[in-house]
């Protein structure tokens, strides 16, 4: 084996020169995005949260109480983190180290499957696009998927020729894999399954038994995959709060999102962190940087689709098709809000679209007008990030890195100090030296999955009637006269601030304000239905929690940071 790769880099010494450059390449802009990131945002806490459990199985069980993903990432992120610890750097060169092999597999995968262009072309964007190299830096799975799905939608094809068993082996593993990395993979196995069947049942009748026979042990390495989303949609339409309904709202304009982040330097979302603000990309057309830095780049991408779609490829039908329905499949489930929907989300087919623009932009005739089409797709991608204010490269993410600076020179935490946070109290803890973490703290994954989480807010009786028909009357009629909930009064005061002694400190911190201040500020006004009912919540939670504070506590002191991102109020026992 060694000799026969030693023979082969012999024999196609540009080659191997070539994608090894881009490789390194895409190296250095991952490393440059790196250097520039900032701290962990909060989806990025959870992976560190995750990760950090003493033992993998505590890993896979924290993960199954607390969010919605597959654990595979998380897995490897905590074996990462054994090693080389549990810093921001080496998290997200964790991320880097799972997704750089898509650069040299696009080349040898799709040289294999399509021709030596469609490789280095999708090489090159892989290496370069702004989409793909934050989501190879970030601390989460989105990069390790671009990887999973290129290799299982190659598998899938090369499967389809003869069954022969070292792709049939190569499809079972790495579909697998992804299947326990990205939790909507199912409808994409779905697919896959549908049109291999009919593709052997109109073309290769003698191959389809043995083909549904290979694709039921897939089957059955997704049924807990299933399960697991069948209860997780269960839970979230009965509980108080639906993930999709109360935190993502849809609209057709992320099609032009998901076309801007696929094919340009334009990535809005990332840039802000905002969620459910979409561009409409024909409205900004009169902008004569938008029209050729973003929507030319984007003509040219859906140019060499079209082509590809015309080329009369077997293969590339088969290679694309299953991501195309799977795409067309979640825009309508999102639509009806049976599930969320952002662009990160269609990172299973971001991979496969990409090869297809390659594939088309490869089949140009005259071969030089591929590569003057190529190296301008290229350059107006690389030069819009010159005249662009913020782009991946110089963003600075800051949310909580800042926390331990102030805790520090600020409010200076003692050993024995009780803290508060009322939203994702465990994963904030991250950025607090010191100081004993109250128990008690809720954020989305918890409201989802775990009502026993709401039972120091909610009495444990009427948990089992509360849902999301009635919280809302119950929380605004029969609380809005300024009381906190009683029980709520009764637990904080009787299990904690009573028993605090004099000069203890007690403090709260209200991390994300953004959710929280503006529903305080209508709290009693019935606009509060138009807010997600997160918010009200987490308002409420707030609110009261203060109140009670107030009561028993002298105020010490109150820090809200520039950029309002979080507010921290210190009391302590007279």
């Not at 799977?326 to 825009?331: A, N």
Request: charged share 15%.
């Amino acid at each position: 084996m060694k000799e026969k790769v030693l023979n082969y880099i012999k024999e196609n010494k540009f080659e191997v020169i070539l994608i090894s450059s881009i490789t390194i390449l895409a190296l250095i802009l991952r490393l440059l995005v790196i250097k520039n990131y900032g701290d962990l945002w909060l989806d990025e806490l959870y992976s560190w949260y995750f990760a950090k459990q003493k033992f993998v199985f505590g890993t896979i069980w924290e993960l199954l109480k607390q969010d919605l993903h597959m654990p595979l990432y998380f897995i490897i992120l905590h074996f990462w983190t054994k090693i080389f610890g549990q810093s921001d750097t080496s998290m997200h060169l964790c991320t880097v180290f799972v997704t750089l092999p898509l650069i040299p597999l696009a080349y040898y995968l799709m040289k294999n499957l399509f021709n030596k262009n469609t490789g280095y072309f999708a090489a090159i964007i892989f290496a370069i696009n702004t989409f793909c190299i934050y989501y190879s830096v970030e601390v989460r799975f989105y990069g390790l998927v671009f990887v999973l799905a290129l290799a299982s939608a190659f598998y899938f094809v090369k499967m389809l020729e003869n069954l022969d068993k070292k792709y049939v082996l190569g499809f079972i593993i790495s579909h697998s894999l992804l299947l326990y990395t990205f939790s909507a993979t199912p409808l994409l196995t779905l697919f896959y399954g549908l049109i291999g069947g009919f593709y052997l049942l109109k073309f290769k009748k003698d191959l389809l038994k043995a083909y549904c026979q290979k694709f039921l042990i897939l089957i059955g390495i997704a049924v807990p995959v299933v399960i697991f989303n069948l209860c997780n949609i269960i839970i979230m339409h009965s509980n108080l709060c639906s993930f999709q309904k109360d935190i993502y709202s849809f609209n057709w304009n992320v099609i032009f999102d998901i076309l801007e982040n696929y094919f340009t330097s334009q990535n809005f979302q990332i840039y802000t962190g905002a969620l459910n603000i979409y561009t409409n990309m024909f409205e900004l057309m009169h902008d004569g940087t938008y029209l050729i830095f973003v929507f030319l780049p984007v003509f040219i991408g859906l140019g060499g689709i079209l082509k590809s779609l015309f080329s009369k490829n077997e293969k590339l039908y088969l290679f694309l098709l299953p991501s195309v329905l799977f795409l067309l499949s979640v825009l309508l489930l999102a639509s009806i809000g049976a599930m969320s929907l952002l662009t990160k989300y269609t990172a299973i087919i971001y991979p496969i679209i990409i090869v297809t623009a390659s594939f088309g932009l490869s089949q140009f005739n005259l071969k030089p007008l591929a590569y003057i089409i190529f190296v301008l797709f290229i350059g107006l991608n690389i030069s819009f990030l010159q005249i662009q204010p913020m782009n991946v490269y110089n963003l600075h993410r800051i949310e909580l890195g800042g926390l331990t600076k102030v805790m520090d020179e600020i409010i200076k935490p003692q050993k024995d100090d009780l803290f508060l946070i009322p939203y994702s109290g465990n994963k904030v803890m991250r950025y607090i030296p010191q100081g004993n973490l109250i128990h008690f703290y809720m954020d989305d994954g918890l409201l989802l999955k775990d009502k026993k989480s709401l039972t120091t807010y909610f009495d444990k009786e009427f948990i089992k009637y509360l849902d999301r028909g009635n919280v809302f009357t119950y929380m605004y009629d029969d609380i809005s006269g300024n009381k906190p909930f009683i029980l709520y009064h009764i637990i904080l005061k009787d299990n904690f601030l009573s028993k605090m002694k004099k000069g203890q400190r007690f403090i709260v911190v209200s991390y994300r304000n953004g959710f929280i201040e503006p529903t305080l500020k209508s709290f009693y006004s019935k606009e509060i239905k138009a807010n997600n009912m997160f918010s009200f919540l987490m308002a409420k939670v707030m609110r009261d929690t203060l109140m009670i504070a107030n009561i028993y506590l002298k105020p010490i002191t109150t820090y809200t940071d520039k950029n309002n991102l979080y507010t921290i109020f210190v009391y302590e026992k007279q």
